[in-house]
Nanobody, 123 residues
Framework: QVQLVESGGGLVQAGDSLRLSCASS????????MAWFRQAPGKEREFVAA????????YYADSIEGRSTISRDNAKNRMYLQMSTLKPEDTAVYYC????????????????WGRGTQVTVSS
């Protein structure tokens, strides 16, 4: 069973950049479709970005497209989300998720989740 651990969150100012990382263990990382979701206080968990097994296909939510890049390193069993020009509305707990198959962009399609990393963007 795959286990996921996010890192890289923190408190930043509007306009700053941040790189989130998701470390995977316990499974065949390259066989999993991977994604980032986020959840702000009082809101539902929402899709941020997803990446195919090889990394050749990526998908982004409209809210972050053009400001963020999802990537993965199958040799290191890691996935990344590089975010730039951060806005206060990007404040949320960011989760990585994994599932065999794909593509998927809904939270209920993913079986494996990390515990999240907090990103706070001050204005």
């Amino acid at each position: 069973q795959v286990q996921l651990v996010e890192s890289g969150g923190g408190l930043v100012q509007a306009g700053d950049s941040l790189r989130l990382s998701c470390a995977s263990s316990g499974g065949s990382f390259s066989s999993y479709y991977m994604a980032w979701f986020r959840q702000a206080p009082g809101k539902e968990r929402e899709f941020v970005a997803a990446i195919s097994w090889s990394g050749s296909n990526t998908y982004y939510a409209d809210s972050i497209e053009g400001r963020s890049t999802i990537s993965r390193d199958n040799a290191k069993n890691r996935m990344y989300l590089q975010m730039s020009t951060l806005k206060p509305e990007d404040t949320a707990v960011y989760y990585c998720a994994a599932q065999v198959g794909g593509p998927y962009r809904y939270a209920n399609q993913y079986a494996y989740w990390g515990r999240g990393t907090q990103v706070t963007v001050s204005s």
